[in-house]
């Protein structure tokens, strides 16, 4: 009888042993569930990136001496200052303003894919993410010389010259719209505010001296924020 009842227990055990690594079991398969908006998150920021690496090769295709290159985070193309403007000028030289003026083409021809507007032409070939642009930011950056007022008035015309330069070449550019139905092109300047390597030497000096393009995405808070992404960019392609 003593053994018998061992027995009970040990019976009595297993079966909670069982009921526990079941439940484990069920926790382990939620944890493998891919997070549909995390998903989602990680093919804009993919599709974000092959985007700039596109415009910033067909930009060295025709201009292969221009210093540009992908910011750390995959987000802007940097276009080193001094290859744009003379130094200390917010105009463009003439022979920059062609540079321009082409990437004003190129992206011309890469946005309406990403946006909006009478110009959008979306289909899952050329954006199969349903990646959306909210803003392309022509940034304005400058070194740490001079006073933090000169640095300021100096990058914010820089970057309005090459808006309106941009916008003189490629006058539909300003048609891409954002889920707000904004245009997505648009302005702003830093100064001396975000180095992107050393103003202690020239060669530093002379990188942070950049206008940055960067592509801000829209990022929604849910998923029923991606299904309004994705309702939008279909309609766009449904049109006759």
């Known amino acids: 009888r003593a053994l018998e009842d061992v027995i009970d227990d040990l019976e009595d055990q297993i079966e909670e042993k069982n009921k526990e690594i079941e439940d484990l079991r069920a926790q382990l398969a939620s944890l493998k ?8 998150l990680a ?10 690496t596109r415009l910033r090769d067909a930009i060295l295709a025709d201009f292969p001496d221009l210093k540009v290159e992908l910011s750390e985070e995959s987000d802007a193309l940097r276009f080193q200052g001094e290859g744009l403007f003379a ?8 022979e920059k303003a062609a540079i321009v003026s082409k990437l004003a083409e190129r992206l011309d021809e890469i946005l309406p894919c990403f946006t909006l507007g009478a110009a959008s032409s979306f289909d899952e070939t050329c954006n199969p993410a349903f990646a959306m642009v ?4 022509i940034e304005g950056h ?3 010389r001079g006073t933090d007022q000169i640095n300021r008035s100096l990058s914010s015309e820089r970057a309005n010259s090459t808006f309106f330069a941009m916008t003189g070449a490629a006058k539909g550019v300003m048609r891409h719209l954002n889920l707000k139905r904004q245009p997505v092109l648009s302005v702003a300047a830093y100064g001396p505010d975000r180095p992107v390597t050393t103003n202690d030497t020239p060669e530093g000096r002379a990188t942070n001296r950049r206008i940055d393009l960067r592509f801000i995405m829209v990022t929604p808070q849910d998923t ?4 309004v992404i994705r309702d939008a960019l279909q309609a766009v392609g449904e049109r006759p």
């Open 134 to 137: 909210e803003a392309v930011q």
């Open 142 to 144: 400058t070194d740490d």
């Open 87 to 94: 130094s200390g000028s917010p105009d463009l030289t003439r």
């Open 43 to 52: 093919r804009v920021s993919t599709a974000r990136r092959e985007v700039l």
């Open 33 to 40: 569930q891919l997070d549909p908006l995390e998903t989602y």
């Open 224 to 227: 029923g924020g991606i299904q």
